[in-house]
């Protein structure tokens, strides 16, 4: 048996929907299948889904007040009033600027931009910030991805004199600031149909209304945007993802052909998932270190010598991000290794003094990756006397509304059920570290502290080839509330396994059933080698791929996760070198057992684990899912009381016989019959001095002269006095079986021929045989 890593859940798909939508669509099933799991059923929708077109995009003029902030720009721009967009430092903030700046520079406004500082100003409007814009002799202020909660920020550049447009997307509160206008696509008062747009979709309405026409150049910032902030890729953020990527495959623009130099990417084959992880991370990576500005400088570069420079200085942003997580994520691993934060705690808090801030989601994200358990990674600042964060959940904790129940000691949070950042005291973090725990103790389960993996699709193999994947593509992009599929092939047979890579740390299978075989890779996995045997069957679940070498294009599985629900027996009989079978077996989960006591003698050094002897009056006070056979029981019933009263998940079998009985066999009758008269005629015979030269002389072996003495001696047939064998005359005949040495032979030579010559399919089907007995009853 091998366990999953995750909870699987499995969407079930109706088949007569999966039928239909390949039939009406003209698509495989793979894609009709992963259609019908998310939910598609009508064939216009569906097929409105899969064919976008500009129609998907709403009338920019439906949000609320889109017709007073154009109102109002226009007349900053013919009066050439100064304007400055007011920006975040995400990737979201960054492009959403750079679509303001782009349009309104095309306008011939006077335009600039601001973007906080995250370390000295926060998110969202700054007070210094504001202040420096009227000094500046600034007359609009345009926010781009924030502003809605700047209460009295935008009252204070009301009061001196500028006027202010807020474009945002955050969740409105109950009071909004006292802008000229709020162009939000869930404002209060208005009624857009999406209401899902990223702070750069909002940015492009403004643009588009301001235009009067689509400014389609600008597709490829709103995808960045998009989806690097992680909103739902459905309605138009679907097909500014889609338009955007089509546009970045082919585009001019100086910053997207540096991402991609910078990044090592062929701009031909960006995909959805290229923004997500290089250019995202290296957008962000600014804004977490230092100053976002250089983003926006990157995006509005007319040539490509400035636009590789700013890329770089991103790139060498990043790297220095990411070490700075990595040795975070170190020292927290650390902090909660070491029980120093409670041991196996529900909800983990750790903090530190000098941690940066502008991280502390990632590690916290890390972490949840590691443990399951909800996170919050604080940095300490004893100066100030703060603890600042960001925190991350697992299904079935609310983060927001577990954060709202400690607002006594939680002066400042925000986020939502599975993020959130927060401010605290220095010296109430042990205090919320307790509560949260408590909290998570009685609301999370055994059960909801194991990962859960959605699966979308179960595959037969001969639904898989290269036309099949090549048109999932087409379903794309993926992203958020329509991720990336994961696909699950069930009860499968490994037909080939081996450890690939520098470091033999990578798997590379073959996998089939009755009639196909597929390739598999599964990266990090090489311990699968080592716990997958022959004959059991194996469901594996992940994502599908093509696989070009040499012009040649094979389809090929991705292995994410594993799992057999049959029991497996792992062969190391005959490996002499203990340390070349111990770190196979998993020794926390294993009970090592011996039925003679000279075994747990030759193992009890070298293995250094406790080695139980199992006697037929033992009784089994520790159960453990594996088992380790470390010798040949004295007969069969004892090895089946084992099995019955442990039902291993796992066998390792390796039968250690110092001394193998196996090949010498049982003297034939014949050689009884030599050696009885060769006694006879000698009446005496000092077998202790003379062995060796009657075995030699015989070619038999000494080990076979003792064993026959043995058996006359129980047969009453001789008497033995320190080695002297003396005939008994007048002796009843009997049969060699009636001895105890002979039947004692007989059996450890059958017990060997089943349980340590037998080929291993033999073997396994001896085992299987009496776990079925045992399963059965």
Not at 263 to 282: H, K, L, V, Y
Not at 654 to 670: L, Q
Not at 761 to 776: H, P, Y
Request: aromatic content about 8%; overall charge negative; some cysteine.
């Amino acid at each position: 048996m091998l366990d999953s890593k995750k909870r699987w859940q499995i969407e079930d798909t109706d088949p007569t929907i999966v039928e239909l939508l390949k039939k009406e669509l003209n698509i495989p099933t793979v894609s009709a299948k992963l259609l019908a799991s998310r939910g598609y059923s009508n064939i216009e929708q569906t097929r409105s889904f899969l064919k976008m077109d500009e129609s998907t995009m709403h009338d920019p003029f439906l949000l609320h007040d889109m017709d007073v902030a154009v109102k109002r720009i226009k007349s900053a721009i013919a009066h050439e009033e100064n304007i400055l967009i007011y920006g975040d430092y995400d990737a979201d903030g960054v492009t959403s600027t750079s679509v303001m700046m782009s349009v309104l520079q095309s306008l011939e406004a006077n335009v600039a931009f601001a973007i906080p500082n995250r370390f000295t100003d926060g998110y969202g409007p700054s007070e210094r910030l504001f202040k420096q814009a009227y000094e500046d002799g600034i007359d609009l202020i345009i926010t781009v991805d924030n502003g809605i909660s700047g209460i009295e920020e935008i009252k204070l550049a009301k009061e001196l004199g500028m006027d202010v447009i807020i474009t945002d997307h955050h969740e409105p509160g109950d009071i909004l600031p006292p802008a000229d206008a709020i162009i939000h696509p869930r404002h209060p008062k208005g009624n857009y149909p999406f209401g899902e747009l990223a702070g750069v979709g909002v940015a492009f309405k403004l643009a588009h209304a301001l235009l009067g026409s689509i400014p389609k150049e600008l597709f490829e910032l709103v995808a960045i945007g998009t989806v690097a902030d992680l909103v739902p890729l459905k309605n138009e953020n679907r097909y500014f993802v889609k338009q955007g990527l089509h546009h970045m495959r082919k585009s001019v623009r100086p910053a997207i052909q540096a991402l991609c130099q910078i990044s090592g990417i062929e701009q031909q084959n960006i995909t959805e998932e290229t923004i997500g992880f290089m250019f995202g991370p290296r957008i962000n990576a600014l804004g977490r270190l230092a100053d976002a500005g250089p983003g926006v400088d990157l995006f509005l570069a007319t040539n490509t010598a400035d636009a590789q420079l700013i890329a770089k200085e991103l790139d060498a942003y990043n790297k220095e991000r990411q070490s700075i997580v990595s040795k975070m994520t170190e020292e927290a691993i650390a902090l909660v290794e070491s029980g120093e934060i409670g041991l196996n705690p529900h909800v983990i808090v750790v903090a530190k003094e000098g941690w940066n801030p502008g991280v502390v989601g990632i590690v916290a994200s890390k972490l949840v990756e590691k443990y399951y358990r909800p996170t919050l990674v604080l940095g300490l600042d004893s100066e100030k006397g703060i603890a600042k964060g960001s925190a991350r959940s697992i299904e079935g904790f609310h983060l927001y509304d577990e954060l709202s129940k400690n607002r006594d000691i939680l002066p400042h949070f925000g986020g939502h059920p599975m993020a959130a950042g927060m401010t605290l005291a220095f010296d109430q973090v042990n205090e919320l570290r307790q509560r949260l725990n408590k909290q998570g103790e009685e609301i999370l389960t055994e059960e909801d502290l194991i990962p859960i993996q959605k699966i979308d699709i179960k595959l037969k193999m001969d639904e898989i080839d290269i036309d099949s994947i090549e048109a999932l593509k087409e379903l794309g992009p993926f992203g958020m509330d329509f991720p990336k599929p994961v696909y699950c092939i069930e009860d499968v047979n490994v037909a080939s396994m081996r450890k690939i890579g520098a470091n033999q740390n990578h798997v590379k299978l073959e996998i089939e059933d009755d009639s196909t075989i597929l390739d598999a890779v599964g990266f990090g996995q090489g311990h699968l080698v080592d716990e997958l045997t022959s004959g059991v069957r194996v469901s594996f679940v992940g994502d599908l791929q093509i696989n070009e070498w040499n012009g040649r294009k094979k389809p090929q599985f991705m292995i994410n996760d594993v799992q057999t629900k049959e029991w497996q027996l792992f062969d190391i009989r005959g490996i002499r070198q203990t340390n070349r079978w111990i770190h196979l077996i998993q020794k926390e989960e294993t009970l090592f057992i011996a039925f003679d006591q000279k075994t747990i003698k030759h193992f009890e050094t070298v293995l250094n684990q406790p080695i139980l002897h199992v006697k037929e009056d033992t009784i089994f006070t520790e159960h453990k899912p594996y088992i380790a056979l470390l010798d040949i029981p004295i007969d069969e019933q004892l090895l089946e009381k084992v099995l019955r009263m442990l039902e291993p998940k796992r066998i390792y079998a390796h039968f250690y016989v110092p001394e193998s009985k196996y090949f010498e066999g049982i003297p034939n009758r014949d050689h009884f019959k030599w050696f009885y008269g060769f006694l006879l005629k000698r009446k005496s015979f000092d077998l202790q001095l003379h062995a060796e030269e009657l075995a030699k002389h015989k070619g038999w072996s000494q080990e076979t002269l003792f064993f026959m003495a043995q058996v006359f001696f129980e047969l009453g047939f001789v008497r033995i006095d320190n080695g002297r064998i003396d005939i008994l005359e007048g002796q009843v005949k009997r049969d060699l079986v009636e001895s105890v040495a002979y039947q004692s032979r007989a059996a450890q030579i059958e017990l060997e021929q089943k349980l340590l010559y037998a080929p291993y399919m033999e073997l396994k089907q001896w085992f299987d045989s009496r776990l079925v007995k045992q399963t059965v009853s």
